[in-house]
């Protein structure tokens, strides 16, 4: 049953859903919201391997700049500004 799912299980459960009907677009909300970092990363992991695999075009939004590693491209927004950052690696810290 779902409520017996833990939260990581839950997040592959709504890349599944997300898939299955075999979008050009996966558009994801705060994948990584509510788990722990080596959860996240699995999960963020798992999304940009099957949206590459797939051929598809992903856009995440998140607070958490640990994932932007598994990204090909950064957009900030800042005071309301819309802003492409060169490189990812310009959030590592």
Known sequence: MPEQLSGGERQRVAIGRALMNDPDLILVD????ALDTKL?????QLLA???K??????????HDLRMVEYTDR???ILDGELTHVETPSAFSH
Do not use: S, Y
Not at 30 to 33: Q, R, S, V, Y
């Open 30 to 33: 705060e994948p990584t919201a």
């Open 40 to 44: 996240g990363r699995q999960v963020v």
């Open 49 to 51: 391997r099957e949206i």
């Open 53 to 62: 695999q797939r051929g598809k075009t992903g856009i995440m939004v998140t």
């Open 74 to 76: 950064v957009f900030e």
